[in-house]
């Protein structure tokens, strides 16, 4: 499923971009998808393009390599139901459509979809944002597309309940997520940074479009709601400051906020090859006593997440990871303190020299991962970042 590249028509969300960088984003994951789905094995690939007069432009792209069918219809419910319909009347015997906003999707789970239309009568693959980036059908029915809230979170779960109400047989793809506001495009920058280009299926037009752009890693977006009249330093460290703000929260209301300022920080759970966790072990001062926790540290100025990362395993545990891979990002207390905490998985660890801090005695554990779990559940492990990325691992595993 294809829009043809235009100047201000494309990418729009992603507001902390120039309408150029844009559409040289979008183009990237153009070609990569269509490279990606050119290379499908046992597929005829096509590119199902919008509008009607972009059958040059997509020739050129394509360049022999698929086929092209234009979309009809009025919502995208009646586009992928034609599509689907109009394959079909082409002898194909079922049709997986797919979307341009993911391009690091791995390529197995276009596989997979394609397989399991053998068995199943409709594939989904859910998107994270409620919706999916992937539909197929083993022949063409309405009912999975009549009456959608379309760009809602309510996407998925209403075309699974439209399909079991049909009595049709359903088969749910690994989650995956698209590329459409700032939050996603900086999770992009961070996943693509941490996967070998070697990789099958590896986005190499957009990791190179994506290296060059600047807002993409940092805080999330933020909506200015609430005006701020006037803010002074009531204090500062290398380490932290605080603020306090006079804001006028409208309709002629104003309060005071107290805001501690940090730059961002990370964690990483390292995860070794037999599958245990390593973890260490601290005296927290501000807490009072030892905790066991994922290694974590601030990222200083200048370092990229990942160099932090690195630097934050190595100091702590005495490994250095061979492959990162973002899990998952939180505001640490969304209320009185302005910091991101961004959590990586640690794969291929390699043995380094630890080098804790002078004012840091660390124990060095691993445990199994279902222990860490129960630790979680018994209250022994109470780290917010640590029992947020053991979580978040848990459910990454399924």
Request: aromatic fraction near 6%.
């Amino acid at each position: 499923m294809a829009k043809e590249p235009a100047l201000h028509g494309v990418k729009t969300r992603l507001i902390d971009l120039s309408p150029e960088d844009r559409l040289e984003l979008y183009r990237a994951f153009l070609a990569d998808k269509i490279d990606q789905v050119c290379g499908l094995a046992g597929a005829s690939p096509f590119v199902a393009y919008t509008p009607a007069g972009a059958e040059a432009t997509f020739a050129r792209m394509v360049g022999g390599r698929a086929g092209l069918v234009a979309q009809r219809g009025g919502d995208l419910g009646e586009r992928l139901y034609n599509l689907t319909r109009d394959l079909g009347e082409r002898g194909h015997g079922g049709v997986v459509l797919v979307d341009s906003d993911t391009p690091n999707l791995p390529p197995e789970f276009l596989a997979e979809g394609i397989a399991a239309l053998a068995t199943a009568d409709v594939v989904l693959g859910p998107a994270w944002d409620g919706g999916y980036f992937l539909i197929g059908l083993r022949e063409p029915r309405s009912e999975p597309f009549a009456g959608m809230p379309w760009s809602t979170s309510a996407v998925l779960s209403r075309t699974v309940a439209a399909v079991e109400a049909a009595g049709l047989s359903l088969h749910l793809l690994p989650s995956w997520y698209d590329v459409d506001t700032p939050a996603d495009l900086e999770r992009l920058a961070l996943d693509l940074a941490a996967t070998p280009p070697a990789r099958p299926g590896f986005p190499h037009r957009t990791a190179k479009v994506v290296a060059a752009l600047r807002p993409v890693r940092g805080r999330p977006p933020r909506q200015e709601l609430w005006r701020t009249l006037s803010s002074r330093r009531v204090y500062g460290n290398p380490w932290i400051g605080v603020e306090e703000n006079v804001v006028d929260v409208g309709g002629g209301r104003l309060t005071l906020y107290g805001i501690v300022v940090c730059s961002g920080c990370v964690g990483v759970v390292p995860i070794l090859p037999d599958g245990r966790v390593v973890m260490v072990r601290q005296f927290r001062y501000v807490a009072r006593r030892h905790t066991w926790e994922i290694p974590t540290g601030g990222a200083h100025d200048g370092e990229t997440l990942e160099e932090a990362a690195q630097r934050e395993l190595r100091e702590e545990t005495g490994f250095r990871a061979g492959r990162l891979r973002h899990l998952h990002s939180i505001h640490t207390s969304k209320s009185v303190v302005d910091e991101v905490a961004h959590i990586f998985v640690g794969e291929d660890l390699q043995e380094a020299a630890a080098r804790p801090d002078d004012t840091e005695e660390i124990e060095v554990r691993p445990f199994p991962f279902e222990t860490l779990l129960e630790m979680v559940r018994s209250g022994e492990i109470v780290d917010g970042m640590s029992v947020v990325g053991l979580l978040a691992l848990a459910s990454d595993k399924g």
